[in-house]
């Protein structure tokens, strides 16, 4: 069975930019959400995926924002970047959790963005 | 608005001390709630999960009660070794059109040899 997986591993951009971060999600998964860390911090929601739609958002501006496809990979996009997004992006899949607050999210090994 | 509290660290052991990491909680409903560890470098793991009111999750000698009245969710552990050092969150999940997940600030755990 293969966990979650992200892609890259590392990304310096400069201010201003945009960038494209991707998950794919754990086999069987049909539900993304992702989450930003800054260091030091615990990990805050940005939004969900489920079946290619955003079904749930956190408090993050619209210049965050994502695409689920059909094979339940996804992708998240930040533009206009800005020195305080310089973060850990987690990627998270789970089983379908629609209706449910039980469902273990699995985490990914995350992509470490430096906005210079 | 929901909420997770976690006992300021960092903390340093002597391998084969006991361990309590303190997590309350401020939830409307009835969350689900979870322990993650963070190695360095690394995601999040799983380690222990509780579902409802008076469950104890465990996993590798970690324990942790949900406990309703106290609204709280400590991380024990009988035993520590040298490999458990690294960054433990407490977090509870609600469901807001989404299930979402609300972390603790974390705590950095060392133990040393």
């Known amino acids: 069975e293969t966990g979650v997986t992200q892609s890259p591993t590392h990304l310096i951009k400069t201010r201003g930019q945009q960038v494209t971060l991707r998950c794919s999600s754990q086999?069987?998964?049909?539900?993304v959400s992702w989450y930003q860390q800054a260091l030091g911090q615990g990990p805050q929601f940005i939004f969900q995926y489920y079946r290619e739609e955003e079904n749930g958002r956190g408090n993050f501006p619209p210049r965050f924002s994502g695409l689920q496809f059909p094979n339940y990979s996804s992708e998240l996009n930040v533009n206009a970047l800005e020195l305080d997004d310089s973060a850990l992006y987690l990627c998270?899949?789970?089983?379908?959790?629609?209706?449910?607050?039980?469902?273990?999210?699995?985490f990914g090994p995350g992509t470490r963005l430096t906005v210079l | 608005g929901d909420s997770v509290t976690q006992m300021e660290g960092p903390v340093t052991l002597s391998e084969e001390a006991f361990l309590t990491i303190n997590c309350t909680y401020t939830?409307?409903?009835?969350?689900?709630l979870f322990w993650y560890v963070q190695y360095p470098g690394e995601g999040l793991q799983l380690l222990l999960k509780?579902?409802?009111?008076?469950d104890k999750g465990s996993n590798k000698g970690f324990e942790a009660t949900y406990r309703k009245e106290t609204t709280s969710f400590h991380l024990e552990k009988g035993s520590v070794q040298v490999s458990d050092s690294a960054v433990y969150f407490c977090a509870l999940s609600v469901f807001q059109g989404a299930q979402k997940l609300v972390f603790g600030q974390g705590t950095r755990l060392t133990i040393n040899p």
């Open positions: 086999s069987g998964h049909n539900t």
């Open positions: 509780a579902t409802k009111a008076d």
């Open positions: 939830a409307t409903g009835y969350p689900s």
């Open positions: 998270a899949s789970s089983r379908d959790s629609r209706g449910w607050s039980t469902d273990t999210q699995y």
